[in-house]
């Protein structure tokens, strides 16, 4: 059972915090399908101090998300020592979480982010500030290091340990790498056979059967799932069942994802308002739909949604149509 500081989740599969998309109506949702931990997408430590109203409202945590770990990154250490401990004591989060993994170039340039992969000692520096800080238990996700040359991952882990901080999630891949080729889930494996805190392993994990590997392959605690989840949060119910059972579960309906999808949107909705929610609905209906054969015109349509009986209209016309179809071809075999 995976176990942060006192903190114990009810199974070892955790959402990652994705940026964009790991708002409160997305990780209500995939909490519902029965993730041991979901993550908040990452908040500027500076964007905080300064009350910005837009990241004010990303501090928003629906007490049925719980366990949640609230993300945080920033490159000086008295902001995001502050940020930190405006979050232990402002936000009903459980886990304070440090981002030193996110590969974007404006996330580096701020001292931020994968940054810190190439400096053990900032990493000790940083990560202790904040624990010291704190009440709450601190983490860190971190990527294996900056490009094929520079792999800190067993210095970077210990570090973190060192420090305090109470588990590391390891992205299997260098800063270089971005989101492109594969993750090497070797040094997620090195990291766990050097610290005695738990290791999240994260990367290219797309099946239940990845996790199930991952998981028996690096010895980590927990493993971390990301994209797959996206317009899928099925994903994140098979494989709580294949790992405590053996079973593999069946994919949804049509109807089922699109019922979810509309329980995603009203959700939605209610966090921000029906403008901006169906705005940033657009890009999670076309994950609902995506492998759906015969979808791909109802996909470019949906940029064309603007309201919520736009979308819904939209959506369900989708679910009748495809629906005749299968009968037809039943009765034609």
């Known amino acids: 059972m995976l176990k942060i500081g006192h903190i114990e989740m009810k199974n070892p599969v955790v959402l ?19 993730a041991g931990l979901v993550c908040a997408e990452m908040i500027s430590d500076k964007a905080i101090l300064h009350n910005n109203k837009r990241t004010m409202e990303m501090l928003y945590i629906d007490e049925r998300e719980k366990p949640l770990s609230l993300q945080i990154f920033g490159g000086e250490r008295s902001t995001l020592v502050e940020a930190a401990k405006y979050v232990d004591k402002n936000t009903n989060a459980d886990i304070i979480d440090i981002n030193m993994g996110c590969p974007v170039s404006k996330i580096i340039k701020c001292e931020a982010g994968a940054r810190w992969l190439l400096n053990p000692d900032k990493i000790y520096e940083m990560v202790s500030a904040v624990v010291d800080a704190v009440e709450k238990p601190v983490t860190v996700k971190m990527r294996i290091g900056w490009d094929d040359d520079n792999i800190f991952v067993v210095e970077n882990a210990q570090a973190v340990e060192r420090a305090g901080g109470q588990a590391v999630a390891i992205h299997g891949r260098t800063r270089v790498q971005m989101y492109e080729g594969e993750a090497n889930w070797d040094y997620i494996k ?44 099925w994903m994140i119910y098979r494989t709580v069942r294949y790992l405590e059972t053996g079973e593999l ?53 949906i940029n064309e949604c603007n309201t919520r009986m736009d979308l819904v209209t939209l959506l369900d016309s989708c679910v009748e149509e495809m629906e005749v179809r299968e009968v037809e071809v039943a009765l034609r075999g």
Request: net charge positive; with cysteine.
């Open 16 to 34: 990652a915090p994705m940026a964009g998309v790991c708002n409160s109506a997305f990780r209500l949702t995939v909490k519902e399908f029965g």
């Open 190 to 233: 090195l990291a766990k056979e050097h610290v005695n805190i738990p290791i999240i392993g994260n990367g290219d994990v797309q099946t239940p059967q990845d996790a199930k590997r991952l998981l028996e392959y690096t010895g980590a605690d927990g493993v971390m799932i990301g994209r797959a989840a996206l317009g899928n949060p």
């Open 249 to 301: 579960m069946g994919e949804p309906s049509l109807r089922e994802k699109i019922d979810v999808c509309k329980l995603h949107l009203d959700r939605l909705i209610d966090l921000k308002n029906e403008k901006i929610a169906v705005l940033e609905m657009r890009k999670h209906a076309a994950w609902y739909l995506k492998g759906v054969s015969g979808t791909g015109e109802v996909r470019n349509k």
